[in-house]
C-alpha cells in the first residue's frame, strides 16, 4: 500500500501562485509515475501533471501549461505542484496520485481544494 498526504490548497486571487506537496509513504517503489489531477462538480477529472520518478520527465495538460510546474523531491519522497497566475477557472479540488504507468494510477491522496476568486 501507499499512503499520499496533499497539502498546501487555499483560497488566492486571480494572478497568485500557490505550492502544492504530496508526500509519499509505504511501497513507494511501486509507484514510477506521480501525477495531479483536478476535479471540479459536473466535470471530468482532469489529469494536470504528471512526473516520472526515475528521470523526471514531465506532462502537462494544454491548460496549465506554462503556468504550472511539477517537481519531485527523492529524498522526501514528495512531489511539488506550483502553480503561478492562478485563473479563476483553475478552481477545483486537487488530488495527488501515484501508480506504475502514466495512465494508471492505483493510489490517491485526499484532495485539497483550490479556490481562486477573480
Known amino acids: 500500500q501507499v499512503q499520499l498526504v496533499e497539502s498546501g490548497g487555499g483560497l488566492v486571487q486571480a494572478g497568485d501562485s500557490l505550492r502544492l506537496s504530496c508526500t509519499a509513504s509505504?511501497?513507494?517503489?511501486?509507484?514510477?509515475?506521480m501525477a495531479w489531477f483536478r476535479q471540479t462538480p459536473g466535470k471530468e477529472r482532469e489529469r494536470v501533471a504528471r512526473i516520472r520518478w526515475i528521470d523526471g520527465s514531465t506532462y502537462y495538460a494544454d491548460s496549465v501549461k506554462d503556468r504550472f510546474t511539477i517537481s519531485r523531491d527523492k529524498a522526501k519522497n514528495t512531489v511539488y505542484l506550483q502553480m503561478d497566475n492562478l485563473k479563476p477557472e483553475d478552481t477545483a479540488v486537487y488530488y495527488c496520485?501515484?501508480?506504475?504507468?502514466?495512465?494508471?494510477?492505483?493510489?490517491w491522496g485526499q484532495g485539497t481544494q483550490v479556490t481562486v476568486s477573480s
Open positions: 509505504g511501497r513507494t517503489f511501486s509507484t514510477s509515475n
Open positions: 496520485a501515484a501508480g506504475p504507468t502514466p495512465v494508471t494510477y492505483n493510489y
